[in-house]
């Protein structure tokens, strides 16, 4: 079964540093969302993304984050700066036209020190 | 705005009995509703969905869901809990407002105790 796949699984960065996380969201699936979990809490949406652009982003997505499909499968998104408040798990969601469920990728810890 | 809510941080239920995990919603128009649940360490993983039709539907691992209109609700539901089903579930409605948003309620953590 295809699935949503997310790199690295962790990466530990030092603030201010610039981060990209990857996702490859399944193959025919055209809608495309962040989303960021701190302590296994709750769900919080960063961006849907949607013939090549941003449909929807919420506060949390302020400058310093940037979501890019570069290549017609890949999709990154970039913290410019990051800070020690961006540590969280960061998901990779797809959605298929016409499905509406979403397919999670398995998430990239993120730690700021 | 669109919204859901998940009224408790945490449900106990003994191994073998029924369990119930609830939501309710708030949405213009007709809600696009999903239960998703997430084990430790790894993503969320899709469960059910309503989106038009029976008021009940079926899911994963013998889970179901109940859509009520008139109490706004969508309560996830299984008739015999296993330790196994211990995890964290979230409600989440679809935003039709054309954004292609998902709106997560906080999460309900199920404890299913031997």
């Known amino acids: 079964e295809p699935e949503v796949t997310q790199t690295p699984s962790h990466q530990v960065t030092q603030m201010g540093q610039e981060v990209i996380l990857r996702c490859v969201p399944i193959?025919?699936?055209?809608?495309f969302y962040w989303y960021r979990q701190i302590l296994g809490q709750k769900v919080e949406f960063l961006v849907s993304?949607?013939?090549?652009?941003?449909?929807?982003k919420s506060e949390i997505f302020d400058d310093q984050f940037s979501v890019e499909r570069p290549d017609g499968s890949n999709f990154t998104l970039k913290i410019r700066s990051t800070k020690l408040e961006d540590s969280a798990m960061y998901f990779c969601?797809?959605?298929?036209?016409?499905?509406?469920?979403?397919?999670f990728g398995p998430g990239t810890r993120l730690t700021v020190t | 705005a669109q919204s859901v809510a998940q009224p408790e941080d945490q449900v106990n239920v003994a191994e073998g009995n029924p369990l119930t995990v609830k939501c309710t919603y708030s949405?213009?128009?007709?809600?696009?509703l999903f239960w998703y649940v997430q084990y430790p360490n790894r993503g969320l993983q899709f469960l059910l969905k309503?989106?038009?039709?029976?008021?009940l539907v079926k899911g994963s691992y013998g889970f179901e869901a109940e859509f009520n209109k008139s109490q706004t609700s969508f309560h996830l539901k299984k008739p015999s809990a296993l330790v196994s089903d211990s995890a964290l579930y979230f409600c989440?409605?679809?935003?039709?407002?054309?954004?292609?948003?998902?709106?997560f309620g906080t999460g309900t953590r199920l404890k299913v105790l031997a």
């Open positions: 949405v213009s128009g007709n809600p696009y």
């Open positions: 309503y989106i038009t039709g029976d008021n």
């Open positions: 989440a409605v679809r935003d039709i407002s054309g954004t292609y948003k998902y709106i």
């Open positions: 993304f949607y013939n090549n652009e941003i449909s929807e």
């Open positions: 969601a797809s959605v298929t036209g016409g499905r509406y469920e979403q397919y």
């Open positions: 193959s025919n699936h055209l809608y």
